[in-house]
């Protein structure tokens, strides 16, 4: 994954403290990539997936909730590449629903999805 140019801080790692300072840099107006989170929250809904019997085709829809919707779309193309690897080229019925924030406030982005399983 390339480093995006209009990134002043990119943090690496979007665990407890990595998420704690993208969120911080963010309140002070700099700018901060955080695709790493993006990865992790849909990494997180394919585990519940695969743990209710399910696999990335049977994804029906999926919600993105994002607090940056500018700084979303500057990194389109790195989220579709960590989307292209972890659940192929198929996609879902989406949709982008921009928020003033997340129930965690560290949160740049959260998933919400819906399958139909067998």
Known sequence: MSLPRSAKVVVIGA???GSATAWWLARRGRSVALVEQFEQALG???????AAGGEPHHLASMTVYIVD????RAHAHEIGTVWRRLVGREYPAMAAIGVARLWDVAALVELQGVAELP
């Open 69 to 72: 919707m500018d700084d979303y």
């Open 15 to 17: 665990g407890a403290m």
């Open 44 to 50: 997180n809904l394919l585990t519940a997936l695969r």
